[in-house]
């Protein structure tokens, strides 16, 4: 190959790892979600209200980094399986309010092994994980950075 198109190569693409290592833990998060019968992206919600209690849409949206296209159908499958709630606020009813509910809460008991599985799925050392999220957090910074 001309060594003028060396820079799109896959080997030499820091994205194509980083998205395959995405595509597998996300794969491997389904298979431990599916006896709680959540979707990853619903997991990540749940462990937000599981820390928050209750948020406005538009601060849940803002720290997961997703529209209310994506969250509205989303939210509202979590409040038919009873684990959320959503409620106009009295002081703006353009702002939507979410809570956990006391199902919801409890759905966290039954989600404690999931971190620890993901932990020997992904077989690295504290160190090393720790490493890795400080990266990755600094480029997820850096780039969410440039859009606002």
Do not use: H
Not at 34 to 42: G, R, S, V
Not at 80 to 109: F, M, P, Q, W
Request: net charge positive.
């Amino acid at each position: 190959m001309d060594s003028k198109y060396d820079s799109l190569t896959l080997k030499n693409q820091l994205c194509f790892p980083i998205y395959l290592v995405a595509k597998e833990i996300t794969k491997r998060y389904s298979y431990l979600l599916e006896e709680l019968d959540l979707t990853y992206t619903q997991y990540i919600v749940m462990m937000y209200f599981w820390e928050k209690r209750t948020s406005n849409v538009k601060e849940l949206g803002n720290i997961l980094l997703l529209d209310s296209s994506t969250l509205t159908p989303l939210l509202k499958k979590l409040e038919v399986k009873g684990y959320i709630t959503r409620s106009r606020s009295l002081a703006d009813e353009r702002n939507l309010i979410v809570s956990i509910t006391d199902k919801g809460l409890k759905l966290r008991d039954k989600a404690l092994n999931i971190p620890v599985e993901m932990t020997k799925c992904v077989d690295l050392e504290d160190k090393e994980i720790k490493t890795l999220y400080e990266i990755t957090n600094k480029i997820l910074n850096n780039i969410t950075k440039e859009e606002k």
